[in-house]
Nanobody, 124 residues
Framework: QLQLVESGGGLVQPGGSLRLSCAPS????????IGWFRQAPGKEREGVSC????????NYADSVKGRFAISRDNAKNTVYLQMNNLKPEDTAVYYC?????????????????WGQGTQVTVSS
């Protein structure tokens, strides 16, 4: 019943920007923490960022600090991941996920519901 839909992925040149969106269905942001994860070919899924549904506490992976920013718009029931200064190593399928708690972390096992993913490719 709970669904997540990602959008905003695409092809971008190094140094460019993209904004990903995650639109939960069947639940509201004030009940779940939302995380962004990514998985590149041949690599395990890794946590990128997360945000609590209550308050504005956020976490970021070291590899994206200063470049990515997570935010939410409760009126639109949407979570965003603004990605700036993109690098080729950012290329991956990006997933949003919902925790069954109000708290967030970057561990895959902390999340219960997952979207289908959106492809981000950073290349010249």
């Amino acid at each position: 019943q709970l669904q997540l839909v990602e959008s905003g992925g695409g092809l971008v040149q190094p140094g460019g920007s993209l904004r990903l969106s995650c639109a939960p269905s069947g639940f509201t942001l004030d009940s779940y923490a939302i995380g962004w994860f990514r998985q590149a070919p041949g690599k395990e899924r890794e946590g990128v960022s997360c945000i609590r549904s209550v308050g504005s506490i956020t976490n970021y992976a070291d590899s994206v600090k200063g470049r990515f920013a997570i935010s939410r718009d409760n009126a639109k029931n949407t979570v965003y991941l603004q990605m700036n200064n993109l690098k080729p190593e950012d290329t991956a399928v990006y997933y949003c996920a919902a925790s069954a708690t109000y708290f967030c972390g970057l561990g895959v096992s902390d999340y219960k519901y997952w979207g289908q993913g959106t492809q981000v490719t950073v290349s010249s």
